[in-house]
């Protein structure tokens, strides 16, 4: 059984929603990012986190 404690953060791609979702993943929380339009992920913020995490793209 997995006891790692998930978090769904909307917005994560600026913002509150990025400060948090950093701060989720440094405490090692499994997270669920939802980000309206990719291409506007910031870009410093995917390359520092995709050294963190494994990205999944849902349509």
Same mark, same amino acid.
């Given at each position: 059984?997995? =006891?790692t &404690?998930a978090?769904?953060i =909307? $917005?994560?791609?600026? $913002? +509150?929603g !990025?400060t *948090?979702a950093? /701060?989720? !993943? /440094?405490r $090692?929380? #499994?997270?669920?990012?939802?980000v309206? #339009?990719? @291409?506007?992920?910031? &870009?410093?913020f !995917? @390359? @520092?986190? !995709?050294l963190?995490? =494994?990205? *999944?793209r849902? +349509?």
């Amino acid at each position: 059984m997995n =006891t790692t &404690p998930a978090v769904l953060i =909307t $917005g994560a791609s600026s $913002g +509150i929603g !990025a400060t *948090y979702a950093e /701060r989720f !993943a /440094r405490r $090692g929380h #499994d997270l669920v990012l939802v980000v309206h #339009d990719w @291409k506007h992920w910031q &870009p410093n913020f !995917a @390359k @520092k986190m !995709a050294l963190m995490w =494994t990205f *999944y793209r849902l +349509i």
